[in-house]
């Protein structure tokens, strides 16, 4: 097997996009939720203020795929500390080992495969521990595109 290597000058069907670099990155798959990122950047915060911003964003230009009803994960490294958060949801506390026990897998439909979500809380953390935007302002860009509307 042969593989052969193309330079984007050689591609037969180029994108339409083109690559922008800047001294910092925000990457999503929204236009709209990077550049929330983008402003939280030149707002003074930093990367955590930037995800949080733009997942908040993805929730208002995106709602299919994200939202405050999602769970959120992330590893962290900040001051040569290495932190993971599992924002999943959680079972009711009510809830044991027990009650699943007659289960082959977990339960796919029906109460017992619902979950608290757990986006939210995992954003106040994240930023409570390293953000340096307040977390209320996190939530601009995302408001300002609730009430004024955006090309779809």
Aim: glycine letters at 10%; one cysteine or more; hydrophobic letters at 45%.
């Amino acid at each position: 097997m042969t593989l052969t290597y193309l330079r984007p000058d050689q591609y037969r069907y180029p994108g339409r996009r083109s690559d922008v670099f800047a001294r910092n990155i925000v990457a999503t798959s929204q236009p709209l939720a990077v550049e929330a990122g983008l402003d939280m950047l030149r707002d003074g915060g930093n990367a955590i203020d930037a995800a949080i911003a733009a997942a908040i964003c993805l929730a208002v230009v995106e709602p299919t795929g994200n939202g405050v009803g999602s769970d959120a994960f992330a590893i962290v490294h900040h001051d040569g500390e290495l932190a993971g958060f599992n924002g999943s949801g959680k079972s009711p506390a009510t809830w044991s080992r027990e009650r699943f026990a007659g289960h082959d897998a977990m339960p796919a439909v029906g109460w017992e495969a619902v979950t608290v979500p757990g986006a939210v809380d995992t954003w106040v953390q994240l930023s409570r521990r390293y953000g340096r935007i307040p977390f209320a302002e996190l939530f601009q860009p995302a408001i300002n595109y609730a009430r004024s509307g955006f090309a779809v």
